[in-house]
């Protein structure tokens, strides 16, 4: 790691150099937890692990970006409402999707106690029409939707996470 930071900014997310990462405490005033954040020139890459007593309040925050997410739950439950797309739909341990919602309103709220814990990966369009225009066939409805400008989000068809996959997760920033 090149830095712990205590308090969380856009300004400091916006600032940090390309290769580098960072920890954060969360910025939500009625939770508790760490952000590890990555920036490379295509992708950003999040593991959000927050501890809650109760359901949190809901946070919204306009995306003025245009990105697509990978998003894996790897504990606890997230309802998720992203405008025009979905409305409170459950992200609950093993749940993932990829999800491509340009310029909306996008609402989280944790739901439960414990710990709550998510992996994100934030890939540029033009990245994301390269890795699936010469992938799978099946996949190259999603390329071209990106290359409109399309909304849509693609639900994983299978819950939870291959052993490999869950080694990732847990050695990423070992």
Sequence with gaps: ???VVTEFSMEQLIAMPKGAWREFNTPMKDRTGRMKIAVTDAFCIVDDTIFTDKDTASSTHYNDKSFV??????????????EGLLHRHPYQKGYHNILFNPFSTETNQLVGSGTHRSFYIYVSVEKMIDLLSGYLDEMAP???????????????????????LSY????FWA
Aim: aromatic share 12%; charged share 20%.
């Design 142 to 164: 999603f390329a071209e939707k990106l290359a409109k400008g399309e909304p849509f989000v693609l639900h994983s068809p299978v819950q939870g996470q291959s052993t490999g």
């Design 69 to 82: 997410e990978m998003n894996f739950v790897l504990e606890g439950t997230t309802l998720q409402t992203h």
């Design 168 to 171: 990732f997760f847990d050695s």
């Design 1 to 3: 790691m090149d830095e």
